[in-house]
């Protein structure tokens, strides 16, 4: 009995210190002790643009003419599996002059721990986010901005930085407009924000990136009229990857 009690104290221990890192989420430490990995850059009225989920075939392209049309680039928090299936669009992105990040194998949650498959899915995204695009990334994002010890011990191995948002549009939702996405993000455009967004649908809504790409020449506009530069991670002002392989 006393064997099994110390079997269940070490397991919840261990899930404890696995699964806070995921208090970053939390507003106040958003604001605090957290405010690089929220997302809080340094750089003079910056915000940064950023992606998550693809790249996808069917959404994608439109993203990257909508920003070449506004003359702004972003960085693409980049799936491993949608990659795979699209790795032309992984080369496109970066001769289009965007940045490539690591999202992740794929979009689920690491609610438990299991450190030997965290490394070995980030570190096989990041090759091959690496090989196909060409460039070699500099950040992490975990889905659902859920950071867990895991994966982010397996960032830090890679060299990558572990970055969430500071304000989002609700891109990902069945009915939301071009409208509401700008309405929801627009409190939270200031220097120094980072604003998530969706290239993709693989995980929202269907047909749901319609509503970002409305709602990009919004973002935009507000931005040019306050002064503010939108543009990628990194020229955020938030430090990058170190190599420490």
Not at 25 to 35: K, Q, S, Y
Not at 106 to 122: I, S, T
Request: proline share 8%; charged share 20%.
């Amino acid at each position: 009995m006393r064997i099994a009690t110390g079997a269940l104290a070490a397991a919840a221990a261990a899930e404890f210190l696995h699964l806070a890192p995921a208090a970053v989420r939390l507003p106040p430490l958003r604001r605090t002790v957290a405010r690089r990995t929220a997302g809080h850059g340094t750089a003079p009225g910056h915000v940064a643009l950023t992606f998550d989920d693809g790249p996808d075939p069917r959404s994608t392209p439109y993203v990257l003419d909508a920003l070449d049309e506004l003359g702004v680039r972003a960085t693409f928090f980049l799936l491993g599996a949608m990659l795979e299936r699209a790795p032309e669009l992984g080369g496109e992105l970066v001769r289009r002059g965007h940045e490539v990040a690591v999202h992740g194998w794929f979009h689920r949650q690491q609610w438990y721990p299991a450190p030997v498959r965290d490394l070995r899915e980030l570190r096989r995204t990041e090759e091959a986010v690496t090989g196909l695009c060409g460039a070699r990334p500099l950040w992490y994002r975990p889905p659902y901005g859920v950071l867990t010890a895991g994966p982010a011990l397996a960032a830090r191995r890679l060299g990558l930085r572990s970055v969430l948002w500071t304000v989002w549009g609700r891109d990902w939702t069945a009915d939301a407009t071009g409208a509401s996405v700008y309405a929801t993000a627009r409190p939270g455009l200031a220097g120094g924000a980072t604003l998530l967004l969706h290239d993709s649908d693989c995980t929202s809504a269907p047909d749901s990136w319609r509503a970002t790409l409305a709602a990009l020449p919004l973002i935009a506009a507000h931005c040019r009229a306050r002064h503010l530069t939108l543009g990628p991670l990194r020229d955020h002002g938030v430090p990058g990857r170190t190599d420490r392989r």
